[in-house]
């Protein structure tokens, strides 16, 4: 558990590689969804995604309703701009977490990639309705509406993150 907990640190203090490295020594010693998922996240911000969706998924196969495993394999997917599969991740998390905030963003988000503008608003207002502070869900929800030529909207949004 310690070394969890440090591969955690490590991730928090934006030192990937010491996380990384940290995660291959708890998989030595045991598989959890956990530390899978931990170095997933430190190869995830290495921008490694390939290697974070193995992660991931090794995760998932010990686990398949380990939430921060959906969640973080959605972002990679979404970084390989394969955005449809991501969608299918995040709609896991909000299965799973009906309440989680960023499930619902992050789903907006891919919608938005795949330009599904319309599409994009309905989980940014869930995600702003679940966490009226979270500023990135106010500009991304801008983002989508200006794609929609719907700029009195997006000034809105903007506004509320400005």
Aim: neutral net charge.
């Amino acid at each position: 558990e310690a070394y969890d907990n440090l591969g955690s640190l490590f991730i928090d203090l934006w030192r990937f590689y010491e996380a990384r490295a940290t995660y291959d020594e708890v998989l030595l010693m045991e598989r959890s969804p956990l530390a899978h998922t931990g170095k997933g996240i430190s190869l995830l911000k290495l921008r490694e995604y390939r290697e974070a969706i193995l992660c991931f998924n090794y995760a998932l196969g010990l686990d398949s309703n380990y939430m921060p495993a959906h969640n973080n394999k959605g972002l990679a997917l979404d970084e390989t701009r394969k955005s449809q599969q991501a969608i299918e991740c995040f709609e896991e998390v909000i299965r799973l977490a009906p309440l989680s905030v960023s499930g619902y963003y992050n789903k907006g988000v891919a919608l938005y990639h795949l330009n599904k503008c319309q599409q994009a608003i309905e989980p940014f207002d869930v995600a702003i309705e679940l966490d009226p502070t979270l500023r990135k869900a106010y500009n991304q929800k801008g983002l989508s509406l200006r794609c929609l030529k719907r700029y009195k909207e997006a000034i809105a949004c903007y506004d509320k993150v400005i």
